[in-house]
């Protein structure tokens, strides 16, 4: 199983740069730049972090069709590749109603059938061809002017039943949401059956398994609500009707952190004593992770991090040294 981070997008550029030469000194295999609106850009972000690096993959997790034309997104994927020497992996995702419709004011309408056309379209221009005719409702007639060094792998980045059958389907493997459990994960390779799996991770470390888990505990809350009563959260074991009500209060705009005990936190985070996040680590591994991506929540110092989750690492297994 590959091993990375992906900075916080609420980080500088340059802490992001500087987080992934740390990652990659250290010996881990990835580093994934996230695009939450309205934080830094993730091509820039990642081209800078292409740039100073040599080894580690770069991947975008996830970029969305609504904000980039079919023909500027590959211009961008087509740099990138350039600029990483075929390190990079371009994670697509449907974005959602609020970044897209409420905030941008773009109509967000039949999402996993626009990710469709759009991954069609986008592979016809990083594989050299010419896009001539109506695409995904507008005319069109462009070519990109040369091809990427190599195959640009697609991931989509999604999390409902239709949505991973296409991504599935369509895409050159799937990119798991946080909190996504071994049991999710387990049902996902199972049911879907994807070419490749990465997820990402929430981490923290502490000398008691109760201290670690209280730093995760309402962020823990507060994804499960946005998950609800799903396969997520059915496939961690999380009772349903506790994962209807952490939705209930997210949206609600109620506190819900004292919802969640220490083993509802541990089913969907790598985080408490080393022997913990070791068996959380390697548990990931045997249910079918091909790269666990630990998410950066932009306090803890890039040391800190990296230090924390290379020392997991060699423990398991998974890294040198």
């Not at 929430?202 to 609800?228: I, N, Q, V």
């Not at 209807?244 to 109620?254: D, I, P, S, T, V």
Request: hydrophobic residues 45%; glycine residues 10%.
């Amino acid at each position: 199983m590959r091993l990375g981070v992906a900075p916080s997008g609420r980080r500088s550029a340059a802490d992001a740069v500087d987080l992934a030469r740390l990652a990659e000194r250290a010996g881990l295999h990835d580093v994934w730049v996230s695009e939450d609106y309205l934080e830094r850009g993730a091509f820039a972000v990642a081209g800078a972090i292409a740039a100073v690096t040599e080894r580690v993959r770069v991947g975008l997790g996830v970029v969305n069709p609504w904000t980039r034309h079919v023909a500027l997104m590959a211009m961008e994927a087509h740099a990138l590749a350039e600029v990483s020497a075929g390190r990079s992996v371009l994670g697509l995702g449907a974005s959602n109603a609020r970044w897209m419709q409420e905030q941008l004011g773009i109509p967000f309408e039949r999402p996993i059938g626009v990710l469709a056309d759009y991954t069609a379209a986008l592979r016809v221009l990083l594989a050299g061809g010419r896009l001539d005719g109506e695409v995904l409702g507008t005319q069109m007639s462009c070519a990109l002017d040369a091809t990427p060094p190599q195959q640009v792998p697609i991931v989509w980045g999604v999390k409902g039943p239709r949505a991973l059958a296409r991504g599935a389907e369509l895409a050159d493997g799937l990119m798991l949401s946080v909190l996504s459990s071994a049991g999710y994960v387990r049902w996902v390779r199972e049911t879907y059956r994807p070419t490749e799996v990465t997820a990402y991770a929430s981490f923290t470390l502490d000398t008691t398994t109760t201290g670690a888990r209280e730093r995760l505990r309402a962020h823990t809350a507060r994804y499960l609500g946005m998950h609800g009563a799903s396969a997520i959260t059915e496939h961690a074991g999380i009772d349903q009707d506790l994962a209807a009500e952490l939705q209930r209060r997210l949206r609600a705009g109620e506190s819900a952190a004292e919802l969640v005990d220490d083993d509802c936190v541990g089913a969907v985070t790598i985080s408490g004593t080393v022997d913990d996040a070791v068996a959380g680590l390697l548990a990931m591994r045997d249910a079918g992770v091909d790269s666990l991506v630990v998410i950066d929540d932009g306090t803890a110092a890039p040391e800190e991090l990296v230090s924390a989750l290379v020392r997991v690492a060699r423990e398991a297994g998974l890294v040198d040294g």
